[in-house]
């Protein structure tokens, strides 16, 4: 079954406490990106990756790293979190070439940080 | 001003009805207008997808682009309270930021039994 994969679903954590948020994809895509989702904000996108080893900036990347090594997975690391990113996360995938328009989501990661 | 605007209702309907979402944007250069849909604890699916001005339909769901007014709308005939959900406008601007999405803030649909 095609599939994003994102682990944890549910995390609570404290300020500080260094933590990572694991995408994993089936379907060879070569495009990734990592949003957050607040009320009255709607989507907002932190971070995407073109294909392996590239990866640019989003509208609200402070506070986040990512890295892609592997075609397959694009985790989002949290150094040192804070209030602020207390939020749901979603992952997304596409293909890079003949745009369609179609991203395939995770089922999302809330995190709540204390 | 925001490059897209949705209003994010609630929308409360009666099952059947016809419902209609909107969005306006500002930058007449988006190329691609879409539809997702975000059922509670879900992540979006897109629902529909079009290049050009005018309609596309699909079963009971139809996409309308307007760009001379920079307006789209997603009507949904015979709603069912299967179709509660957000529902999220998108669009691309190709050529810039590698054809990421803009996403609306999404409109939240509650069809009634």
């Known amino acids: 079954e095609a599939q994003v994969t994102q682990n944890p679903r549910y995390l609570i954590t404290v300020t500080g406490k260094k933590l990572t948020v694991t995408c994993s994809q089936n379907m060879n895509h070569e495009y990734m990106s990592w949003y957050r989702q607040d009320p009255g904000l709607g989507l907002r996108q932190i971070y995407y990756s073109m294909n392996v080893e590239v990866t640019d900036k989003g509208d609200v990347p402070e506070g986040y790293k990512v890295s892609r090594k592997e075609k397959r997975n694009f985790p989002l690391i949290l150094e040192s979190p804070s209030p602020n990113q207390t939020s749901l996360y979603f992952c997304?995938?596409?293909?890079?070439?003949?745009?369609?328009?179609?991203?395939?989501f995770g089922e999302g990661s809330r995190l709540t940080v204390l | 001003q925001k490059e897209v605007e949705q209003d994010p209702g609630p929308l409360s309907v009666p099952e059947g009805a016809i419902v209609s979402l909107n969005c306006t944007y500002s930058n007449s250069a988006f190329q691609y207008f879409m539809w997702y849909r975000q059922y509670s604890r879900k992540g979006p699916e897109l629902l529909m997808y079009t290049y050009s001005s005018g309609n596309k339909e699909d079963g009971r769901f139809t996409a309308q682009v307007d760009k001379s007014s920079k307006y789209i709308s997603l009507f949904i005939r015979d709603s069912q309270p299967s179709d509660s959900a957000t529902y999220l406008c998108a669009m691309v601007l190709m050529g810039r930021s590698q054809g990421n999405l803009i996403f609306g803030k999404g409109t939240k649909l509650s069809v009634k039994p």
């Open positions: 997304a995938s596409r293909r890079q070439g003949g745009y369609t328009g179609e991203l395939f």
